[in-house]
Structure formats: structure tokens, C-alpha cells
């Protein structure tokens, strides 16, 4: 991981700041980004000094691209964007309010195709970058309550698999990450009766996106799945 230059965006949710860890011990170059600079700051002093922090709301394609202008004025280059931003609503089907819907496709669906098309433009020139999409299993398997939330996840499984058909001429490696609950602040703010005790820890998603990213070089990790016992889906 020596040197590389790292974009995550949600960097300071539950997955994103134990990865940021991992990574800043490993020697990874990070870029910070999430909206609230507080936030950001909060993490960026937990981490040993380096980091840099760029306070980003990727429903803008235009913070999406000045993201990635940061992080080549400071390091040169971007190896690697790991899309962990996101939010949850969960709510019976006809509950769902207009709102609520474009909240779940805003940021799920249609920022972090803003950050990842950012991120592959200015990988393409260098032939070489990894784009990590957090998904989770809602992005392929149902669930109820999950309509707007499916909608959305659904929906990035569909651009990242053509992103991917797209950018791999270029040397950009894809993986998708279909996490099965992960016990962090997401669950916060979602009105559903869960069990948090038996959800997967970050550090668990944490260490299964250092694995793609530590892969041989000719090696593609295409799709990480990992559920907690209690609620699985094949
Ligand atoms: N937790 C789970 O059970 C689970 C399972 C599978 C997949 N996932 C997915 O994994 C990703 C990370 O989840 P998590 O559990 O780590 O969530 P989390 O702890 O709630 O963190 C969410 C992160 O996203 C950032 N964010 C939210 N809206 C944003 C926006 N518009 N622009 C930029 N950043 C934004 C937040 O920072 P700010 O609020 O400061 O912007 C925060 O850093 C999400 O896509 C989620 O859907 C979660």
C-alpha cells in the first residue's frame, strides 16, 4: 500500500474510518472526503500526519471533481477511490416519500457514480487505479422496508458493472463490495428494529476492502460478499 494515493469518500462513516486506519498504518497517501469538515478534522487527528481533508458532498459532480483536483495538487495522482459514502431509509413501500426516494438515489446512486466518474478521468491518462464500491447485499438481494434504499443499490451494481466493461482498457480494476449489515452510526438513523450485536463489525468490511486493494497486481478481486451469520443471502 506504500505511497499510494487513496480517495475515500465517507471517509469518517463506520467502514470508512476503520479503513482509513488500515490504510494510514499501511503507508497508504489519504484523501479524506465526506461533508461535515468537523468531522473530517476529528479523523484527520487520529490518523498519524498526512492525510488531507477536502469537505465534499458528492451529489455535486462539481465537488466530486474538485475532490480529485485536491488530491492530485497535494499528491500528484489517485490510485485508488473507495466509494463508502451512502445513507439508509428504510420504510414500507407505500411510506416512501418523494423525498425520500431522491434522498436514496441522490447520494447512493447517483453521487457515487459522480465520484467514480471523477476518479476514472483522472486515472485513465496513468493507465492504472481501483475503483472499491461499497454496495452492500441490498444491491443485489431484497429486502422489505428497502424499496428506495434496493432502488439505489440495484441501480450502482448496474454503472459500475458497465464502468467497469468501460475503464479496464485502461488499467482501472473494479470491485464490488456486497456487505451484509455492518454495525455503524448508518443504522442511527434508520427506523427498523435490528440487532446490531449481530451485524458484521466495520473492521471486518475494513479488512475485506485492504484485501482487494493488496491483491497481485494482475490480480481482479470483482466481487467481495461477506454476511452476517444471523441473516444470510446466497
Ligand atoms: N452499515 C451497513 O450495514 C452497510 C452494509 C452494507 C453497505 N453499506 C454501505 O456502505 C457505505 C458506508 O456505510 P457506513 O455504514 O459506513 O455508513 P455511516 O457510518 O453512516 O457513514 C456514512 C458516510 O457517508 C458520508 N456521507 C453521507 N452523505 C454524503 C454526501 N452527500 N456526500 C459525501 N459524503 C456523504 C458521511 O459523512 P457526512 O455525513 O459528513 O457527509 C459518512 O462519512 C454506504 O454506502 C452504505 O450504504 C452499509
Known amino acids: ?7 475515500i469518500v465517507g471517509a469518517t462513516g463506520g467502514i470508512g474510518s476503520h479503513l482509513s486506519h488500515l490504510l494510514a498504518a499501511a503507508g497508504a497517501r489519504l484523501v479524506l472526503a465526506g461533508r461535515s469538515s468537523e468531522k473530517l478534522t ?5 490518523l498519524p500526519p498526512g492525510a488531507i481533508a477536502v469537505p465534499t458532498d458528492i451529489r455535486s459532480p462539481e465537488q466530486c471533481h474538485h475532490l480529485m483536483d485536491r488530491a492530485i495538487a497535494e499528491f500528484g495522482h489517485v490510485d485508488v477511490l473507495v466509494n463508502a459514502a451512502g445513507a439508509g431509509v428504510m420504510k414500507q413501500f407505500n411510506k416512501i416519500e418523494p423525498a425520500d426516494l431522491d434522498h436514496m438515489l441522490e447520494v447512493n ?21 481501483h475503483i472499491c464500491n461499497v454496495i452492500g447485499i441490498l444491491g443485489k438481494h431484497s429486502m422489505a422496508m428497502a424499496s428506495a434504499y434496493c432502488a439505489a443499490k440495484f441501480g450502482v451494481v448496474g454503472w459500475s458493472k458497465c464502468m467497469a466493461d468501460e475503464v479496464r482498457r485502461f488499467g482501472i480494476k473494479v470491485t464490488l463490495f456486497y456487505f451484509g449489515g455492518v454495525d455503524t452510526p448508518f443504522w442511527d438513523g434508520v427506523s427498523l428494529k435490528v440487532d446490531r450485536s449481530k451485524m458484521l463489525s466495520p473492521e471486518t468490511a475494513a479488512k475485506a ?13 470483482l466481487e467481495i460478499n461477506i454476511q452476517p451469520e444471523s441473516h444470510l443471502f446466497f
Open 1 to 7: 500500500m506504500n505511497d499510494r494515493v487513496v480517495v
Open 42 to 46: 476529528q479523523l484527520q487527528e487520529l
Open 109 to 129: 446512486l447517483k453521487g457515487s457514480f459522480y465520484a467514480a466518474q471523477a476518479a476514472t478521468n483522472v486515472m485513465k491518462d496513468r493507465k492504472t487505479g
Open 209 to 221: 476492502i485492504m484485501f482487494a486493494l493488496s491483491v497481485e497486481p494482475q490480480a481482479v478481486p
